[in-house]
């Protein structure tokens, strides 16, 4: 598995992404973060695979006891309906699975809820069938920070890249010559970047200024 050098960033021509039970159960004992900056992250994330073409699998489990999946990720994808499973792994469910093999795709990009299960089982399998793993741990959550962080260190230590949202978008993006998809890019900032959104929106006013 590549780690280093221009190989090891992520492309979006061969990044899939799975997102995993982000759900009202699962967020009704989510301790590790605050919940309101998951489901800020998660959805930025969603729509930043969006405007890079990205192919997203979105997946609950036991949907008629855990909830729908949250309205705002849905909303992403309104038309789609996420593969409601019965295994807490992820990568057992054949139908999650066939996806991403069919999609030919190699760069698995995963974030769930919770860290310590749902998240670390598809990652750990996943890696045994030389898949490079990236998992995004500020769309992602734990029952506890001390649970979130030992999944972190487990699945880093098997061979997954941690990342955060932000850093998945912008090794997409990579080149701002690739001036295609920095309108749909700049639009996901501005609503999901914090601190980040607003620099650069002003950065933006700036360029448009007549002065300019």
């Given amino acids: 598995m590549i780690k280093t050098g221009l190989e090891a960033l992520l492309r979006p021509e061969d990044s899939i992404v799975v997102l995993i039970d982000h759900q009202p159960f699962q967020f009704a004992n989510l301790n590790s973060h605050e919940p309101t900056m998951v489901v800020n992250n998660v959805i930025g994330l969603a729509k930043a695979a969006k405007v890079f073409d990205v192919p997203v699998v979105l997946t609950t489990v036991i949907e008629d006891r855990g909830g729908r999946l949250i309205k705002g ?3 992403v994808f309104p038309d789609q309906k996420p593969i409601d499973r ?3 792994n992820t990568w057992e469910d054949e139908r999650v699975v066939e996806v991403v093999r069919k999609s030919g795709r190699r760069q698995l990009v995963l974030a769930g809820l919770w860290t310590e299960i749902c998240l670390a089982m598809p990652t750990i399998q ?27 260190r487990r699945m ?23 001036e295609a998809t920095i309108p749909g890019l700049a639009a996901v900032l501005a609503e999901h970047g914090g601190g980040s959104g607003v620099a650069f929106a002003w950065e933006m006013q700036l360029l448009n200024s007549p002065r300019h």
């Fill in 126 to 152: 996943a890696l045994a069938e030389d898949y490079e793993v990236f998992i995004v741990t500020d769309a992602s959550g734990g029952v506890s920070a001390e649970a979130h962080d030992m999944a972190v």
């Fill in 156 to 178: 880093s230590t098997a061979g997954a890249t941690p990342m955060t949202w932000l850093a998945v978008a912008s090794e997409w993006q990579r080149d701002w010559a690739r």
């Fill in 73 to 75: 990720l849905q909303d």
């Fill in 86 to 88: 019965t295994f807490i």
